[in-house]
Structure formats: structure tokens, C-alpha cells
């Protein structure tokens, strides 16, 4: 059986479960997000033996079945309502332990193994894996040290510096954006929080390349035709997608980072220069890839369909 860690509404969640229901492959979505408030689970160990169990008002799950599981949206959990606030703490942590714990002990081949894939999450650690691994980077500053972003937007200059956040989200997002002149009265808010700063890559096209398993997917995105170049989100109905390639020596590089970083499935966002350089900026371990397949028809979700049920089956993966 397939385990899917995700909300039941997810969308990515709800095409591959299309495809595993066409193939007549068993699986189950668990949604963390239900644990405590509306789920519960059960682990017990005697000796070598064990049982994992998680149930909820509409199914219960014996998760020592499953051979393969996909670590696709894991959801705060729902704590019961009226806890006292000075316990809200240690009743979130005890919960979090329990459910913690438990995904690194099911026999379960991952995609991607959660420990992992929360590591790989982190932007530093990306650029510091990718660099090794003989990827290009931009020039990078990370700070909330007022002075050194300053020093580091002289060095490179005004309009030739980008600044971006580490996370974002449907309430809080922020394109990438270019510094201007009013940016650098801002900069001592840096002391608040850290900003990443790079050096602006400019670009015959952004590249997204998507890995599942052995599986390539590499798509070429331009922003719209007068549009703003420095990030192709501001206006996604008017970029351009197409499928397109990439030298062998980039994919094995990216294939490499993957391998440093423990994931099997990643989401690669790479700027392709006007003289044909590949420069890497970030990898999503759990990004999307729907507005990708919808605009070029490329077949990533049978690609992950695939992919989980060779898993599942302990079959060689198939590319």
C-alpha cells in the first residue's frame, strides 16, 4: 500500500490518487493536520514486533503495510480546544514526538524520507550542497546585519541585486525583487529578520526542472513580453512554458545534488544565461509541478504514480 502524507484536498494529492485508483494500486492519505483533535494512533513495540495504527472518523490505516509513502504536505497538528495556554506547549510537543517518531519506523520506502527532505528545505544548505556538487550559484548573502548588506549591494551594485525571503506562503509572499534607491533606508529592519541577497542573473529563460525517481522533466519559462523579467510569478498567465533540454553534465550535476541532499524527488529552479551558462538558485523538495504538466503536457504525475508503485513493489525504477 502507498501512504501519502497530505490535506485529502491537495490537488497534486488528488491527480496521483487518480492515477494509483486507475491502476487499482491500494493506498491511503493520512492528513496530520487531523492528529490529535480528530485522529488518533496507536504504536506498539514488543520485541521486533511492531503495529502502527492511525484512525480517524472515516478510516483506519494499518501503517505497517505500507511499502512506499510520500511525504507530499504534512500539516500542522490540531491540538484539542480549551488546554490551558501555559500547557499548550508541552501538550504540542508530546504530539509531535509521537507522530515524529513514528514515520522513520515504518518500512516504508519515502519520497521523501522526512528527516531529509525537512533538511534540504533550507536554503543555505542548498547553495553550500550545489556548490559542491559543481553547480553554479550566484554570488549569496544571508544576513540581518545591516552593514553587510549594504557593503555587499556596493560591491555588486544597486540594480544588480536581488533580495528575496526563505519561505513563502498564500498569506505572506513576496516575489524577487531588485534593489532600488528607497530599498536602503530599509535595510536596518534588517535586525528583525535575516534576507537573503544575490547577485541578479539575467537570463534567456528560467529552467524548472522536475525530478521524480529516474524520471527528467526540464521546462523553459519566460516571463511575459514586457512583463517583469526578474521573477515570471508576477504574471503567470502571461509566461510561456515549453518542454526543452538540458546538457548531460547539468542533469548529472543536479541528479548529484539530489543524492547529497537524500531526496528522490525534487523541483529545481535554474536561470539559463543569454551565453548559455546554468546558473542554480533553489530546489523545492516538495514543489509543485501541476502548473508545469497543465501548460506543456509533459506526464509528471504518472510519473509519480509510477514511481510510488515501483517503490511500493520493490521493482527496479523505470525512467
Not at 26 to 31: K, L, S
Not at 33 to 40: I, N, V, Y
Not at 94 to 104: F, K, S
Not at 137 to 147: E, H, K, S
Amino acid at each position: 500500500m502507498i501512504l501519502i502524507i497530505a490535506p485529502e484536498d491537495d490537488d497534486h494529492t488528488t491527480a496521483v490518487t487518480t492515477e494509483l485508483s486507475a491502476a487499482s494500486h491500494p493506498f491511503a492519505v493520512v492528513d496530520t493536520g487531523q492528529f490529535p483533535r480528530h485522529a488518533s494512533v496507536v504504536e506498539q513495540f514488543n520485541g521486533c514486533e511492531r503495529s502502527f495504527t492511525f484512525a480517524s472518523s472515516t478510516q483506519q490505516i494499518d501503517l505497517q503495510r505500507c511499502g512506499a509513502a510520500w511525504w507530499r504536505r504534512p500539516q500542522p497538528l490540531s491540538l484539542h480546544p480549551g488546554i490551558a495556554a501555559d500547557a499548550t506547549s508541552f501538550v504540542y510537543g508530546e504530539c509531535h514526538e509521537a507522530v515524529a517518531g513514528l514515520w522513520p519506523s515504518l518500512p516504508a520506502k519515502w519520497v521523501n524520507e522526512p528527516q531529509l527532505d525537512s533538511a534540504a528545505h533550507h536554503k543555505p544548505y542548498q547553495l553550500a550542497m550545489a556548490a559542491e556538487v559543481g553547480l553554479t550559484i550566484p554570488r549569496t548573502l544571508i544576513t540581518n546585519d545591516p552593514d553587510a548588506a549594504r557593503g555587499f549591494v556596493r560591491e555588486i551594485g544597486l540594480e544588480r541585486t536581488v533580495y528575496k525571503t526563505f519561505l513563502a506562503n498564500e498569506q505572506c509572499w513576496r516575489e524577487t525583487r531588485i534593489m532600488r534607491q528607497q530599498d536602503l533606508c530599509c535595510l536596518d529592519a534588517l535586525r528583525l529578520a535575516p534576507v537573503i541577497f544575490q547577485e541578479y542573473v539575467a537570463a534567456d529563460a528560467d529552467l524548472r526542472i522536475t525530478l521524480i525517481g529516474p524520471f527528467t522533466f526540464a521546462t523553459a519559462i519566460r516571463a511575459a513580453p514586457g512583463g517583469y523579467e526578474v521573477d515570471y510569478r508576477m504574471d503567470m498567465l502571461g509566461a510561456s512554458f515549453s518542454a526543452t533540454s538540458m546538457p548531460d553534465d547539468v542533469e548529472q550535476r543536479l541528479r548529484a545534488l539530489l543524492r547529497r541532499l537524500g531526496l528522490v524527488y525534487g523541483a529545481i529552479d535554474l536561470r539559463r544565461t543569454p551565453t548559455g551558462e546554468y546558473v542554480f538558485l533553489e530546489v523545492n523538495p516538495a514543489g509543485e509541478w501541476r502548473f508545469v504538466e497543465d501548460r506543456t503536457g509533459q506526464p509528471m504525475t504518472k510519473a509519480m504514480s509510477q514511481l510510488l508503485r515501483d517503490l511500493d513493489g520493490d521493482r527496479p525504477l523505470r525512467g
